[in-house]
């Protein structure tokens, strides 16, 4: 990453980095293929299914660094926190972490800008991790370029007014497996359903500046607490402290 690629982040808000390593993208669909496997409960990691046309499908996993060592060092040491820490302008350390699986008829997420979510921080950056190959069949990102600087107005579900949406210039962003694309937390993005056979599962980690603390255990505790205090959620199926994800309950 040079100089342009942190005025690039700073003026639009994304980033695209292109991974061009075969072998990083094996790693990553091994230890994905692990976590998707873990069954629900049996430990502190988190599994979210939907309902899509053909059945009940994993959606999410979270509070997976713990306990699988690959993304663990993926994700906590060497390049990426280097990236996060350029890109914030200031040392980063991860505050959350989970992987999307959007499998073939899973749901996609409503324009939402991330840090009304984010619990204890000011200053943070994720990134999506292509697993696979994203394009605009399997619903990958689309991102508003330069509107990173305020929050939006929200509806009830916390997602972007709808009438600010409408007046927005959405672009997809297609991405390879490998690829990662940066993103700031207040970048409006959204996505589409997977409309076509073939699964797009995409890691997002995000990082807040370490000055204001290693909250990731915080975090999580916090999400359990406050889906907790909500109880089921009446429709939809809620893997977000905002209702951005458009997925089915599995009753
Ligand atoms: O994975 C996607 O398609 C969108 C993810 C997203 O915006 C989110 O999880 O907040």
């Known amino acids: 990453m040079d100089r342009a690629d942190v005025e690039h982040f700073a003026r639009y808000g994304w980033l695209l980095l292109r991974g061009d390593d075969a072998e990083r993208v094996t790693d990553l669909r091994s230890w994905v293929d692990e976590v998707s496997g873990w069954a629900e409960g049996a430990g502190d990691w988190l599994q979210y299914r939907e309902m899509t046309d053909d059945g009940p499908k994993l959606c999410r996993s979270?509070?997976?660094?713990p306990f699988q060592d690959g993304l663990r060092t993926l994700l906590t040491t060497g390049p990426m926190v280097d990236t996060a820490s350029a890109l914030l302008g200031e040392p980063a350390v991860l505050y959350k972490e989970k992987i999307n699986y959007k499998l073939a008829g899973g749901a996609g997420y409503a324009?939402?800008?991330?840090a009304p979510a984010y619990r204890f921080v000011e200053s943070h950056v994720s990134c999506m991790v292509a697993v696979d190959d994203a394009s605009i069949?399997?619903?990958c990102l689309e991102v508003v370029s330069g509107r990173h600087q305020e929050l939006l107005p929200t509806d009830e579900a916390g997602c972007i007014a709808s009438d600010v949406v409408e007046e927005m210039e959405w672009t997809a962003v297609p991405v390879q497996a490998g690829d990662t694309l940066w993103f700031h937390s207040r970048t409006p993005h959204r996505s589409g359903p997977n409309r076509s056979p073939v699964p797009r599962r995409a890691?997002?980690?995000t990082y807040n500046a370490?000055?204001?603390?290693?909250?990731?255990e915080s975090y999580y505790r916090?999400?359990?607490a406050e889906f907790a205090a909500a109880g089921d959620a009446a429709d939809g199926v809620r893997v977000s402290l905002i209702g951005d994800f458009q997925g089915r309950p599995v009753t």
């Open 62 to 65: 979270e509070n997976f660094v």
């Open 111 to 114: 324009p939402h800008q991330d």
């Open 137 to 139: 069949d399997n619903g």
């Open 203 to 205: 890691l997002y980690p």
């Open 210 to 216: 370490a000055r204001e603390g290693d909250l990731r």
């Open 222 to 224: 916090q999400k359990l």
